[in-house]
C-alpha cells in the first residue's frame, strides 16, 4: 500500500512542542492531521475523525496512557483495519528497545509497530507502507 492511502493521520501526545513539531513534518509530506493532547481527547477525535492511521505517545496522562487509547482503538472495526503505532522515546530515555514486530508483542502491546523520537519522517512513511492488516 501507498504512505498516500493514509490522507488524514491521529496524532495524539501530551508533549504541545513535540506534538506541533511533528504535526508540521508530517503535513510537510501531505498528510492531513488531526492532534490531540490527551489520550481522553484523542479518543473522542478518533471517532469523530475515523483516520486513516493513529499515532499515539506511550506516555501520557498516566504512564499507560498510550497502552490504553492503542487498546481501545484497536477493539474497534475501524482500528482493525489502520495502523496504529506508538510514539516513545523510553529507547533514548532509558535505553531500553522494545517493539511490536512479532505477533505476541503486537498481541500484548495492541498496536502495529513502535516509533522512536525524534520522529523520523521517511522512517514512519516507510511504516505506513509495509502495513498489512
Do not use: R
Not at 493514509?6 to 509530506?29: P, T
Not at 492511521?53 to 487509547?69: C, K, N, R, T
Request: proline content about 3%.
Amino acid at each position: 500500500m501507498n504512505a498516500e492511502n493514509y490522507k488524514k493521520i491521529l496524532l495524539v501526545d501530551d508533549d504541545i512542542d513535540l506534538l506541533e513539531q511533528n504535526k508540521l513534518l508530517l503535513e510537510s509530506k501531505g498528510f492531513n492531521v488531526v492532534s490531540a493532547e490527551s489520550g481522553e481527547d484523542g479518543w473522542k477525535l478518533f471517532q469523530k475523525e475515523k483516520p486513516d492511521a493513529a499515532i499515539i505517545d506511550l506516555i501520557m496522562e498516566q504512564m499507560d496512557s498510550g497502552f490504553v487509547l492503542c487498546h481501545k482503538i484497536k477493539k474497534t472495526e475501524l482500528g482493525k483495519k489502520i495502523p496504529v503505532f506508538i510514539l516513545t522515546s523510553a529507547t533514548y530515555e532509558t535505553g531500553f528497545k522494545f517493539s511490536a514486530s512479532t505477533v505476541e508483542e503486537k498481541e500484548w502491546i495492541k498496536c502495529d509497530g513502535i516509533i522512536n523520537k525524534p520522529v523520523v519522517v521517511e522512517e514512519l512513511i516507510s511504516k505506513l507502507e509495509n502495513f498489512n492488516p
